[in-house]
């Protein structure tokens, strides 16, 4: 009896491919696919309102609570500190109940902190909820790196992590079109920040269903100790995040409120200011896919130096250009892909220095980058009511120029740190 012929299912080729993507007959839907959409929501949401939502609205939040500039900077270093905790509190979470515990309790706080924020009566409450919702973004990404590492077949990991890492642009480009309907639309932040809490409670749904059969390590590889990331050969890394991650929290929680303070841009209204920042931010963040090409092209020595300059050249826009279309696409332009990029190059180089504890490396990395995003914004905006904002974003973007100009090729290098000698390079 002949054999039925294969069906063809277009572009993706004959059914094999759906065997290769881990669909098989008899499935509703496999770990290549659930993973890679649970993720991708839980980023958009951590990393769109959850952790770029009160830079996005600080003009708002400045005419509601007559917010200082040094009280927007307190309450920005406020969220990253909840960032920086939700790090710290993610792999204990993801070694004794696996990677759902930690994604689902970063939605939760994201869920509440928005809902907190949406009917806050004063500036408090709108730091104990931007804190809660921020710290969504420690909790919830890099458990996704451990899940998929264990659930998807190897060649299928770089796509599945792709997509998770998508999310953050694509989330922060919903959270500008949002407050662009705010404005155009007359309604007021508070339904938008409503909004983003219902967003969150679904992707808190999608994940509870596609994480609640992802067991936790059971060879117990998050316990190793964390000072084999104390090699000689990580200072790097750890200096490129944190100078990533002093740059990007002052432009996130000042950038857009300057620009609007300038006078927006010509031809719309000045409160559309702040959306557009973000939807260019997020749209040219998208370029982050092309971070592991560019890198085989250039070597990662010269990307990074230039996007650090990429980042420097971002805050110093916002000081020259104000007022003017095309210094506002190409600030928010240059930060997005500062942004995007340089995190997904924390995600490669850690694991690649630390082979063999990959989420706990990439981990360290975003902690470094977090302590930048605490302090940052803190002084920034004490230096800005000293000295004034132009010269608060010419001297940010000194630190990330100035790091640029310090690199050298054998500080970026990919072979395995030799952690068994503390010494060595």
Known sequence: ??????????????????????IEEGSIIKPFWSLSAAGFAATAVAFGPGRMGFGLFVPEFRSAFSMS???????????FLGFFIGLLIA??????????????????????GMGVVASAPNVPVVAVGVFLAASSAGLAWTPFNDAIHRKVKGDDRPAALSSVST?????????????LVMVTGGLSWRICWAFFAGASACAFLSNWIALRGVEKDTEGKQEKEWRELAATAAIPIYAIGFAYGTNSAIYISFAADHLVE????????????????YIFYGLFGLAGLLTGRIKDMIGLPMLLRVLMLAGALSLALVAIAPGTWAGLISSAGMQG????????????????LFPS????????????AASGSVLGPAV????????????????????????????????????????????SA
């Open 262 to 277: 300038a006078g927006g841009v010509p031809g719309v209204p000045v409160g559309v200011t702040s959306a557009l920042v």
């Open 167 to 179: 999310g953050t642009g694509v989330g922060i480009v919903l959270a500008g079109l949002a407050a």
């Open 380 to 423: 920034a905006g004490l230096a800005s009511s000293a000295f004034g904002a132009d010269a608060m974003f010419v001297g940010t973007a000194a630190l990330p120029a100035a790091t640029a100009i310090l690199l050298r090729n054998r500080h970026a290098q990919e072979l395995p740190a030799r952690t068994t000698t503390p010494t």
């Open 1 to 22: 009896m002949p054999q039925p012929k294969p069906r063809n299912f277009g572009r993706f080729g004959t059914e094999p491919w759906r065997k290769h993507r881990g």
């Open 357 to 368: 504890i990959p989420s706990v490396s990439f981990t360290a990395a975003l902690l470094a």
């Open 91 to 112: 792999p204990s979470l993801l070694a004794r109940q696996g990677p759902e515990s930690p994604v689902l309790v970063g939605l939760a706080a994201a869920t509440v």
């Open 69 to 79: 500039t040094s009280t927007v900077g307190f309450v920005s270093s406020l969220g």
């Open 337 to 352: 892909i500062h942004v995007m990029m340089t995190s997904a190059v924390l995600a490669f180089w850690s694991e690649r």
